[in-house]
Every structure is written in structure tokens, then in C-alpha cells.
């Protein structure tokens, strides 16, 4: 097995530890050292039958399903996975399609178009790219005035990735989300994530506390999971009203912050998930591979 | 590698220490600068570089 990545973060040292104490080694593939004709097997990878997936780049995760599945490759997570979760637009149609209860959301193709779309989710909203993380380039908009200005920015400086604007109403939470980790379908964990600022990503430094997995929020996470195809993946929701609310799902999800958090060994989880489950699944003998 | 080394950031120029079990291609933050450092290599001697910024569809 391959465990491929953008340098070796947290996560991936604890994956790699996981594995090795399974006797089952990951071999490390630097994704910048990747590529090659895609006729054969991609030069700067070591032949395997299963592939862990764990760029920093969305596109280069899913380039590399595609490519490996092309191949008879199992790759964790699969290839329709990452592209499901890497988009949000497509998890929002994934989660409708499977009648999982999902955050609102609207697009638009030109700023005129967002307007209507703002009036109608009314304010405050949030504008988000469709294809991004980490909290990055999403705006809180409080009124019509600011939603024109930030689509009218989008259009004109924002390339591809901004070409159609996310919109989703503002949940007022009092700053904090959760975030819970199905692996293999099963939901194993869930934190809290708390902060000062309205935007709650871990990664711009909200705090992580443990919250405990009921039998709700394991049935929202678990039916989020199946909508996007299943594997491991971490589900963002909203407390709401109305219950829980799914917000985004993360097809290649960190956890550095939740390990001590929640007590939960994620990565071990993973790792038997993917030496019982999916590596045993392959089927595909690495060496007749191409 | 089998003991904590002090090295210096590329960037800043502080002191950078460096866990005995480290690996190449592990990212590391100068607790000086906060920039995000990767392990080049271990030999024949330690190297960091700084890591690459993040992209526009870099995350999870």
C-alpha cells in the first residue's frame, strides 16, 4: 500500500504509524515527484494495489483516482468520493439526491444572478467557492450592497474556481459547528468546533472539544457518508431547530486536532478499516497492473 | 537521526528543533517565524526548506 501527500503533515505521520503497527507498511509518495504518460502506471509512485490519497491538492486527488482506477487500482478514498466532496456543489446535489437534511444552497452564473439568489436566502449570507477548504476566500455578506461587491470581485478577479458562486444562508450558532468521522460508514467520533470568529474551521484556529456521537448525529453523518459514495470522511453540520443540519463532507479529512480530543484512535480506525475492508476489496494484483 | 536537532529556519534564521524520528518530507513549524518548514532531506546533512504555500484548491 502507498500512502500518497504534499509533505508529511500530522495526519499522515499518525496514518503511518497506524499501518506499521498492522504489519502493513505504507510506502510514501511525494504527489510533486508524480506523473507521466496516462497510458501506464504513473511514474514516481511504487506499484501497489491500494492507494491512499492524501494531497494537499484536490485536483491532484482526484487526477490520481481517476488515473489508478483507470488502472484497476483501489484508491481510499474513491474517485467519485473526492470528486463529490471536493465540489460543493455536487455533495449538495449528492446529499438532496440521498434525502439527507442539508445545508440550503443556491448558485448563480452571472453577479445578477447571485442577487436574485441572495434576496432569496435572505442575509446575512455566506458566499464560499465551490471548489476550496481551510475557510478560504468564504465571506460572511450582510447586505445586498456587500453581495454585489463580492460578486462583482469574483467575476472579475476570481478565474475558474469563482466562475459560479455558493451561497448558503448564515447560521447564527454562537461560533461553533460540529464535525464527526465515519470510516467504513460507521461514524467513530465527533468534535465540537468553537470560536471566536464566525468562520469555525480548525484551521484558521478554532478550538477543537469532544462531542458525543447520539444516535442522530451518527445517523445524519453515516447517510452523509453513503450519499457521497462512503469510505472516510469527515461530515461538518449544523446544530439547528430542525436538528442536524449537513453542512460540507471532507473526502480527505484531517484529525490531528481530534485524536486526544475525542480519546477516538481515528487513524487506527482507518488503517483497520483499509487492511480488513478495502485492501482486501482491491482485488487487483499490483503486478499485472500496466 | 536518533536525537532532537537544533537547526536553523531557512527564513528566519531562529532555531529550529527537530524530533530524533523525523522524516523526509515531514512539515515542521519554526516556532520562531511560524513559517511552515518540510524536511528535505537527513543526509548527509538536515535540510529544511520552506514548504510550499498553499494553493487555491489545497484543504481536505
Known amino acids: 500500500m502507498v500512502l500518497v501527500c504534499t509533505g508529511i503533515r500530522a495526519e499522515e505521520k499518525l496514518l503511518l504509524g497506524a499501518f506499521e503497527k498492522r504489519d502493513a507498511p505504507l510506502r510514501i509518495a511525494d504527489d510533486r515527484e508524480i506523473g507521466g504518460n496516462l497510458g501506464s502506471w504513473p511514474e514516481g509512485l511504487p506499484r501497489a494495489d491500494v492507494v491512499l490519497l492524501r494531497s494537499k491538492s484536490h485536483w491532484r486527488n482526484v487526477v490520481l483516482a481517476r488515473w489508478l482506477a483507470h488502472l484497476g487500482v483501489r484508491t481510499v478514498n474513491a474517485p467519485e468520493v473526492l470528486e463529490t466532496c471536493g465540489d460543493k456543489i455536487r455533495t449538495t446535489l449528492a446529499l438532496h439526491a440521498a434525502g439527507v437534511p442539508a445545508a440550503p444552497a443556491s448558485v448563480a452564473f452571472t453577479p445578477q444572478g447571485g442577487a436574485r439568489a441572495g434576496e432569496a436566502l435572505g442575509f446575512p449570507l455566506v458566499v464560499k467557492p465551490a471548489i476550496g477548504s481551510w475557510g478560504r476566500l468564504v465571506g460572511r455578506v450582510n447586505d445586498a450592497d456587500a453581495l454585489e461587491t463580492v460578486l462583482e470581485h469574483k467575476e472579475a478577479l476570481g478565474g475558474a474556481p469563482h466562475a459560479v458562486p455558493y451561497l448558503q444562508p448564515y447560521y ?87 485524536v486526544d480530543t475525542t480519546g477516538v484512535d481515528i487513524p487506527g480506525l482507518v488503517a483497520d478499516w483499509v487492511v480488513t475492508g478495502a485492501g482486501r476489496a482491491a482485488g487487483v494484483d499490483s503486478e499485472a497492473a500496466p | 537521526m536518533s536525537v532532537a536537532t537544533i537547526t536553523e529556519c531557512p527564513v528566519c534564521a531562529g532555531d529550529v528543533e527537530v524530533a530524533g524520528d ?7 513549524d519554526c516556532g520562531d517565524c511560524g513559517a511552515e518548514l518540510e524536511v528535505r532531506a537527513l543526509s548527509p546533512e538536515l535540510r529544511l526548506d520552506e514548504a510550499p504555500m498553499a494553493a487555491e484548491d489545497w484543504g481536505e
Not at chain 1, 192 to 203: I, K, L, M, P, Q
Not at chain 1, 213 to 219: E, F, I, P, R, Y
Not at chain 1, 248 to 254: F, L, Q, R, S, Y
Open chain 1, 172 to 258: 447564527e450558532l454562537g461560533g461553533r459547528d460540529l464535525r464527526s468521522f465515519v470510516v467504513g460508514d460507521r461514524c467513530v467520533a465527533a468534535i465540537a468546533r468553537s470560536s471566536t470568529h464566525w468562520r469555525t474551521n480548525t484551521a484558521l484556529g478554532a478550538s477543537a472539544s469532544a462531542f458525543e456521537v447520539d444516535d442522530a448525529l451518527a445517523s445524519v453523518s453515516e447517510a452523509a457518508a453513503r450519499a457521497v459514495g462512503g469510505g472516510v470522511v469527515a461530515v461538518d453540520l449544523f446544530e439547528t431547530d430542525d436538528g442536524y443540519v449537513v453542512n460540507e463532507v471532507n473526502g480527505t479529512m484531517e484529525f490531528r486536532n481530534s
Open chain 2, 22 to 28: 523525523v522524516i523526509v518530507g515531514e512539515l515542521l
